[in-house]
């Protein structure tokens, strides 16, 4: 919402001809609020990124890198509709006169180029628009340093 100076609100209350007394105690009022804001200075927010864990305690993943997408579905939806509603924004953005000219023929580059309304019909919210990587863990604390140890050196 835009802000207005106080000075601007007093001029335009005056126009319209508010009783003097009113007027200086909102005036007064729209001060205090503002210098309580002005103590409330928040430090910048700290820029985060988002890292796919997958759990693998029996070792089945293979040992290379892998990429992926972080979304969001409905709690009460089962995740294995998550490609079909993926698959559908894209053919609702496909249909359109922008997804004509610049159809999206893969789900990277429909995460990465459809509008978020295509997939908020499909009940899809997407998190991160460019890949991420996925890291592997067993899902288990290491107790003694040497099994830490010999976790580290099998690399």
Not at 62 to 86: F, H, K, L, M
């Amino acid at each position: 919402m835009p802000k207005i100076d106080v000075n601007q609100v007093a001029d335009i209350l005056k126009r319209n001809e508010v009783d003097p007394a009113v007027l200086k105690q909102i005036v007064a009022e729209m001060q205090a609020v503002l210098e309580a804001e002005a103590g409330e200075e928040k430090p910048p927010p700290i820029k985060k990124q988002f890292c796919i864990l997958i759990s693998d305690p029996e070792g089945t993943l293979p040992e290379e890198d892998y990429a992926g997408w972080v979304v969001q579905i409905p709690e009460d939806e089962s995740v294995a509709t998550t490609q079909e509603r993926i698959h559908r924004a894209a053919y609702e953005f496909n249909a359109t006169k922008r997804g004509r000219l610049l159809p999206a023929t893969t789900v990277g580059e429909a995460l990465e180029n459809v509008a978020a309304k295509h997939f908020k019909e499909a009940g899809v919210w997407v998190k991160t628009k460019t890949p991420v990587l996925m890291l592997r863990t067993n899902n288990k604390i290491p107790t003694e340093t040497t099994e830490k140890d010999a976790r580290w050196n099998r690399a």
